[in-house]
């Protein structure tokens, strides 16, 4: 087990530009999120995969925002047309599917700026 | 909707001065509270679960606590290595089952 991986673990854009993020959660967990965060908040929660199903989007997140978990495995995170309010570390982790609380193990994060 | 608020949002203590950081927190339905540690540039690192009130956990000088309507982690003695920022999150039993997060309580224990 080598924990949640995301990747690239850093990325400068310049507007307009389309980026994604990729993450590899722990292998045994059903459940996949991504969060946003900027310096000095917490978390801001994005969406959440149980196996390939997304089951909840932000109201928050456009529609330049679109995330896949194509076969439950490792998830990716689009954004397309970046603007520079996009510039925030994305966090992804990952949870066993219990009927009580679901304890979160994050990855890294990916830092990004956008120019 | 779910909300969580933490105070203070800083705090600076020198090595030994113990103190407690707050969470405030609405939610329809409890499933879980949760404290989280992040250290600069890293992801949230998991302390606790609180399920219901009256409950209490400790994990070395962090012991956190948990009512109806808020949560305290207590911190004895800190010392330097226990500077970081403190979040705290809650999972309500709504159908959507987001955790929400605070804003998070920036310790700084001075040597």
């Known amino acids: 087990d080598t924990g949640v991986s995301q990747n690239p673990r850093h990325k400068i854009t310049k507007r307009g530009q389309n980026v994604t993020f990729r993450c590899d959660p722990i292998s045994e967990h059903n459940r996949l999120y991504w969060y946003r965060q900027t310096l000095g908040q917490g978390p801001e929660f994005l969406t959440y995969f149980q196996n390939e199903a997304q089951l909840e989007k932000s109201r928050l997140l456009s529609d330049r925002f679109s995330a896949e978990r194509p076969k439950g495995s490792f998830s990716t995170l689009e954004i397309q047309r970046t603007e520079q309010g996009d510039s925030a570390m994305y966090l992804c982790?990952?949870?066993?599917?219990?009927?009580?609380?679901?304890?979160?193990?994050f990855g890294a994060g990916s830092r990004l700026t956008v120019l | 909707e779910d909300q969580v608020t933490q105070s203070p949002e800083a705090l600076r203590l020198q090595e030994g001065e113990s103190s407690s950081l707050n969470c405030s927190y609405t939610v329809s339905g409890l499933r879980g509270l949760f404290w989280y540690r992040q250290d600069p540039g890293k992801g949230p690192e998991f302390l606790f679960t609180l399920y219901s009130a009256g409950e209490e956990k400790e994990k070395e000088r962090l012991k956190a606590t948990l009512t109806k309507k808020e949560s305290f982690l207590h911190i004895t003695a800190p010392k330097p290595e226990d500077s970081a920022t403190y979040l705290c999150a809650v999972q309500g039993s709504n159908r959507d089952d987001k955790i929400i997060f605070g804003k998070g309580t920036r310790l700084h224990i001075l040597p």
């Open positions: 982790a990952s949870s066993r599917l219990n009927p009580g609380a679901n304890v979160l193990t």
